[in-house]
T-cell receptor, first 113, second 112 residues
Framework: GQQLNQSPQSMFIQEGEDVSMNCTSS?????WLWYKQDPGEGPVLLIA?????ELTSNGRLTAQFGITRKDSFLNISASIPSDVGIYFC?????????????FGKGTKLSVIP | NAGVTQTPKFQVLKTGQSMTLQCAQD?????MSWYRQDPGMGLRLIHY???????DQGEVPNGYNVSRSTTEDFPLRLLSAAPSQTSVYFC???????????FGQGTRLTVV
């Protein structure tokens, strides 16, 4: 099946620093989704990308849909303590819709005050 | 606006017991899905439904049954629980457009 590879697996950063993480696949995706999961909670959608090359922002978060359609990037600027959590990339299985998502294994972000 | 509601939040079962995890959504979404999340893993799709009366298997369906009699509800049944089913289970719903899914808060299941 399609696999999404996220890196890094974990990050420890100082408050105020910028963060970059990415997601790659051997298969083409038509949609890239970025979710954040807080401890004990379900994933919450941060950004959705629908077109190759698309760059979308949500506050301090910016995500890009790679030109090859096989990768995506998420950047967080000026990190704050509440950014702590696990960030997942996801996309629909080939030929499927949002009812069939495949997920990366996540990037765990820790912010040191 | 409740969104996706899962019950119970926590459950402990003995091996061989059966139970149903409940999922309800109030957004009138056509699509609903069940995922499981294990430590260090992303979410893996168990079963999904594209509308009332229509269900299909995902990546890890063995040991689970689903049905979809209404648009709002999509219960997940464990017929005979096994320790390998210890996991956190998430239900999601999606509108047909936009390719985006909205998740419940999860059910943490332990099988002993």
């Amino acid at each position: 099946g399609q696999q999404l590879n996220q890196s890094p697996q974990s990050m420890f950063i100082q408050e105020g620093e910028d963060v970059s993480m990415n997601c790659t696949s051997s298969s083409i995706f038509n949609t890239w989704l970025w979710y954040k999961q807080d401890p004990g909670e379900g994933p919450v959608l941060l950004i959705a990308l629908y077109k190759a090359g698309e760059l979308t922002s949500n506050g301090r978060l910016t995500a890009q849909f790679g030109i090859t359609r096989k990768d995506s990037f998420l950047n967080i600027s000026a990190s704050i303590p509440s950014d702590v959590g696990i960030y997942f990339c996801a996309g629909p299985y080939s030929g499927a819709g949002s009812y069939q998502l495949t997920f990366g294994k996540g990037t765990k972000l820790s912010v040191i005050p | 606006n409740a969104g996706v509601t899962q019950t119970p939040k926590f459950q402990v079962l003995k091996t061989g017991q059966s139970m149903t995890l409940q999922c309800a959504q109030d957004m009138n979404h056509e699509y609903m899905s069940w995922y499981r999340q294990d430590p260090g893993m992303g979410l893996r799709l168990i079963h999904y439904s594209v509308g009332a009366g229509i269900t299909d298997q995902g990546e890890v369906p063995n040991g689970y049954n689903v049905s979809r009699s209404t648009t709002e509800d999509f219960p997940l049944r464990l017929l005979s629980a096994a320790p390998s089913q210890t996991s956190v289970y998430f239900c999601a719903s999606s509108p047909p457009e936009g390719n985006r899914a909205f998740f419940g808060q999860g059910t943490r299941l332990t099988v002993v």
